[in-house]
């Protein structure tokens, strides 16, 4: 029996498992920017939060609703439409995955996995421009 055309690792970990596990990292990554896990898992999780990030750089209802399907959380879904790709510049390679040992109890190589280019979550860009228009409106005149 050959292994050809399976994509993916399995971790040794039932499908729904599996499913759970890259799902609670990819939300991590997205909320804390930077995480350490092993180098298997972070090279996973990069193919797949990658996507997601292209996905949120073009926009619209619905990227955002896919996003929020594959993430199954909301919180981490508007993080990364409102706050994380405005800020993106780059077209691809948005993660780096760099190597930060081995694990003590079992040896396992480790790396951390973070964002390529540098994240604030202060105000979004596209959100503060309109709040800045909303601002520069006048006032309508009563009439008497």
Same mark, same amino acid.
């Given at each position: 029996?050959?292994?050809? =055309?399976?994509?993916? /690792?399995?971790?040794?970990?039932?499908?729904?498992?599996? !499913?759970?596990?890259t799902?609670? @990292? *990819?939300?991590?990554?997205?909320?804390?920017?930077?995480?350490?896990?092993?180098?298997?898992?972070?090279?996973?999780?990069?193919?797949?939060?990658?996507?997601?990030i292209?996905?949120?750089?073009?926009? =619209?209802?619905?990227? /955002?609703?896919?996003?929020?399907?594959?993430?199954?959380? !909301?919180?981490?879904?508007?993080? @990364? *439409?409102?706050?994380?790709?405005?800020?993106?510049?780059?077209?691809?390679?948005?993660l780096?995955?760099?190597?930060?040992?081995?694990?003590?109890g079992?040896?396992?190589?480790?790396?951390?996995?973070?964002?390529?280019?540098?994240?604030?979550?202060?105000?979004?860009?596209?959100?503060?421009?309109?709040?800045?228009?909303?601002?520069?409106?006048p006032?309508?005149?009563?009439?008497k």
């Amino acid at each position: 029996m050959h292994r050809h =055309g399976y994509k993916g /690792r399995k971790f040794g970990r039932e499908t729904d498992q599996r !499913l759970a596990l890259t799902r609670g @990292l *990819m939300c991590s990554l997205i909320k804390y920017q930077s995480i350490t896990t092993t180098l298997a898992r972070a090279k996973e999780i990069r193919r797949s939060t990658e996507k997601l990030i292209t996905m949120a750089k073009k926009g =619209g209802l619905h990227n /955002r609703r896919l996003i929020i399907a594959r993430l199954n959380d !909301l919180e981490a879904a508007t993080l @990364l *439409m409102d706050y994380i790709a405005p800020q993106i510049k780059r077209d691809s390679g948005y993660l780096r995955i760099e190597h930060s040992g081995y694990r003590r109890g079992d040896n396992s190589e480790m790396g951390t996995i973070s964002f390529v280019d540098e994240i604030s979550f202060d105000q979004p860009e596209e959100k503060s421009a309109k709040a800045e228009k909303k601002a520069a409106k006048p006032a309508k005149k009563e009439d008497k």
